[in-house]
């Protein structure tokens, strides 16, 4: 096993003799040979060529044969990385050789020179250690076709390997004079086969081809492929060479024409002028002096530089955006308010707290226009009117906008851009703003804020904390232009559908405006106002020539688009005067005025037909009010009893902290009744309809509650009313969030009366009276007043 583990088969370094020295042989060849198996490639008969044995068990080998005859097989290994030992890694045909010479090496190898004679095959390893020898015989080779064949196949033969000749560099003259004096078709197919390129399989099969005749046909396909590839290889050089004689005498030509333009006093190159006059322009600003060092350096390099070299492209794009990008301080501008919230109120309808917001903005921006930029982040609903604003506001401050989704951005370069150092490199979409508006202080809008993600190029919103941080983003360093540039004049906006998904650091600096969803009245009065005219005139019809009464729109807005925003009711009302346009061009019979049954055949059955799932008489029934990034929503919930000890089954898709506020209120009621005995084999099933919505959040403690007791006193609560309010165990009544929307979806949906919790008063007084209207509002602390309301004529047992 010694012996195996040190074996390292020989590799071959052949060069070629002239066919007159090759030795002759008179001995008789023997029966029985020691095998040295070689690796890469077989060695031809009729060749003498040294080879260098390693150290190791062949050594042995090589001693014994130059004590005998000095006969051995050289014999080609199938794989030269296998473990597998030498006799079962070996082909069986090989060439037998007699070793001339032997010099000992001093790294312990030997280097001897052999005289291969004739091919062998192998019948059978007669021993292996501790030499490793072999039975064999030497069969007789045959002609295998017609004389003229061979002939033909001769001549060819030597005509493509006078081609391959001229063709390969890499012949010397004493190959190309060998290739000349070899007569014999055996000795020329394995001679031009050892001098090709080949693969070690498509060697062997060339030794062991014993017919002449498919021995010289193998050997021709093989050189074909061979002048093929050297052919190929040949054009690609000549393309490369002509590549780069081209470019050098572009290069002396040009350096030639700058050296006659220096001397007659022509001028300097366009570019040249270009930058000159951007570092003169940067300096009168004036920029901070690393600025300034950093151009002229760039500059310098790119004067010095290729105009066909990489680097001058890349030179060139920095130092074009650097001459692009607004340096300068931006003009004085002339703040009207009367006129920005002549704007602001032609364009939007109610939102008086944003406009109260920006009109606060303009009159610090007069009394101190060193202030620096504002950060506002616009919350609510889809469709109600965030981006609309945020042009609104660039209109009435006299600014460009400029708006860039932020939505599924994960690659924080965006933000911040890509250094220079990657190929294809681009500056961040902020720097790329400034260069679009050449204004330092645009009106920016961050659209979707609240749906970027972080992924394994960076995080974005880390990112965004210096842009919107005014007391950073006045040095705000790009990657790509890597230079310190005022983003301070900014006005920057922020739009989201909800602000939990915003990391608390980024929130904070940011003014949260909330945008609540509208009820049916400020959605008439704006269809009335604004969706209009604007629908008719995009279909090409003129709204002077239609009318719609009140009562429709709003059987509109109730049965058609419940939404808290105004995207789908416009979207509804495209689609209807689409129908109206195509009865116009096809010149068939429609009505000018638009009613009920007018809106059923423009767009089918109304998707909302009656309000079934806010009716709570009957016992075990109450309705919530939910609040969702969609809006305000009302959430019917249900209670029954099953056969059971007292636990409760949820259906209706709840997140774990309703499921928490379930039990919750269970436990609360059983305390509540104080009739252990009552579930002792009962419990209940508590299901929230619209199971295919996913619903979360503490708000429908009471709602849930107040259902388990209504199913456990067997009584209906009092109709028309809808609640909001988390429960607590010992029956407190907590604060909620989105009052407003909550408020909102109840009206559009008839709940006329509403419990919430006292300690949302602060944020109820703050709600508009015109949302107020018409609905009555129980606030609560406790949940035996919740209990007194719905349930007057109960008495706890």
């Known amino acids: 096993m010694k012996l195996k583990t040190e074996e390292k088969p020989l590799e071959s370094n052949e060069f070629w003799e002239s066919p007159t020295k090759l030795a002759r042989l008179e001995d008789t060849l023997p029966k029985q040979i020691f095998l040295l198996p070689i690796k890469v490639r077989p060695v031809f008969p009729g060749i003498i060529t040294p080879l260098i044995v390693p150290q190791g068990r062949f050594i042995v ?76 015989s030497y069969p007789v080779e045959e002609v295998g076709t017609s004389k003229n064949n061979i002939k033909a196949l001769m001549r060819t033969l030597l005509i493509l390997t006078k081609e391959l000749a001229q063709n390969n560099p890499l012949f010397t003259e004493d190959m190309k004079l060998t290739m000349m004096n070899v007569n014999e078709p055996g000795k020329m197919a394995d001679f031009v086969c050892s001098i090709l390129n080949l693969e070690k399989e498509e060697y062997q099969s060339v030794i ?99 105009p066909i070299s990489s680097d001058y492209n890349v030179i060139r794009n920095y130092l074009d955006l650097v001459d692009s990008l607004p340096w300068e301080s931006p003009k004085p501008k002339e703040i009207n308010i009367p006129h920005a919230k002549k704007i602001l109120n032609r364009d939007h309808h109610k939102l008086e707290d944003v406009k109260e917001r920006i009109l606060e903005f303009l009159a610090v921006h007069k009394l101190n226009p060193k202030s620096k930029g504002s950060i506002l982040c616009l919350v609510g609903p889809p469709g109600v009117g965030k981006t609309s604003i945020a042009k609104s506001i660039a209109e009435a401050l006299g600014r460009k906008f400029y708006r860039f989704s932020v939505g599924g951005v994960r690659d924080e370069a965006e933000i911040k851009g890509h250094r220079r150092t990657y190929i294809g490199s681009m500056p961040g979409k902020l720097i ?82 909330q945008l609540s969803g509208y009820i049916t009245e400020e959605k008439v009065q704006i269809f009335q106002k604004y969706l209009w ?32 925003g105004l995207r789908g009711l416009e979207k509804t009302f495209d689609k209807l005067v689409r129908k109206i346009a195509l009865k116009y061009v096809l010149k068939e019979k429609y009505s000018k005025e638009i009613r009920d049954k007018d809106l059923v055949e423009y767009l089918g059955s109304p998707p909302f037909v009656d309000d079934r799932m806010t009716i709570t008489n009957v016992p075990g029934t109450a309705l919530g009010l939910a609040w969702t990034s969609a809006g305000g929503s009302t959430l019917l919930i249900e209670a ?135 609905v009555q509002f129980f606030p609560v602390s406790k949940f035996e007043e919740v209990v007194s309301l719905l349930f007057p004529k109960l008495k706890k047992k």
């Open 61 to 136: 080998s090589v001693e014994e044969t130059t004590k005998l005859a000095g006969f051995i097989g050289l014999i080609l290994l199938k794989d030269d990385e296998s473990d597998l030992p030498s006799e079962e890694n070996i082909y069986q045909v090989g060439v037998l050789a007699r070793i001339l010479k032997r010099i000992n090496l001093p790294d312990g190898g030997v280097n001897i020179l052999v005289n291969t004679i004739q091919r062998f095959k192998i019948e059978n390893i007669a021993t292996k250690e501790p030499f490793l020898t072999a039975n064999v």
């Open 208 to 306: 062991e081809a014993l017919s002449i005749g498919d021995r010289l046909e193998k050997v021709l396909l093989f050189l074909k492929k061979e002048i093929e590839l050297v052919l190929l290889q040949k054009k690609i050089q000549d393309q490369i060479n002509d590549k780069i004689d081209n470019q050098q005498r572009q290069f002396f030509l040009r350096e030639q024409l700058k050296a006659i333009q220096q001397e007659l006093g022509i001028g300097e190159d366009k570019s040249e002028i270009k930058y000159n006059k951007l570092i003169d322009r940067l300096k009168k600003i004036p920029v901070p002096e690393e600025i300034i060092a950093e151009v002229e350096r760039e500059v310098e390099k790119i004067k010095n530089s290729d």
């Open 432 to 513: 790329g703003a400034m260069k679009i508006t050449k204004e330092r202080d645009p009106v920016i809008l961050l659209d979707e804020i609240d749906k970027m993600s972080q992924g394994f190029q960076g995080d974005p919103q880390a990112a965004l904390l210096e842009v919107l941080d005014p007391e950073q983003n006045g040095n705000f360093r790009d990657h790509y232009l890597d230079l310190p540039f005022d983003l301070s004049d900014v006005f920057f906006i922020a739009t989201a559908n909800t602000y939990e998904p915003i990391p608390r650091v980024l929130l904070d600096r940011m003014e949260v405006i």
């Open 533 to 564: 005219d604007k629908i008719f005139i995009k279909n090409g019809l003129s709204p002077k020539n239609f009318s719609m009464k009140k009562e429709t729109i709003v059987h509109l807005i109730n049965s058609y688009s419940r939404e808290s």
């Open 640 to 774: 029954v009893f099953i056969p059971g000890k007292g636990s409760l089954m949820l259906t209706g898709q709840m997140g774990k902290m309703m499921e928490e506020s379930a039990n919750i209120a269970l436990s609360f009621v059983k305390n509540y009744i104080e009739n252990d005995s009552l579930f002792e084999k009962k419990s209940i099933h508590l299901h929230v309809p619209d199971g295919a919505t996913p619903k979360d959040g503490p708000s429908a403690g009471i709602t849930m509650a107040t259902a388990i007791l209504s199913l456990v006193m067997k009584k209906a609560i009092t109709p028309g009313f809808g609640m909001t309010g988390e429960l607590t165990l010992t029956g407190e009544v907590l604060a909620i969030g989105g009052l407003r929307e909550k408020i909102v979806a109840a009206k559009r949906v008839g709940v006329k009366k509403i419990i919430f919790p006292k300690d949302n008063e602060k944020a109820f007084q703050e709600i508009p009276d015109y949302v107020k209207k018409g």
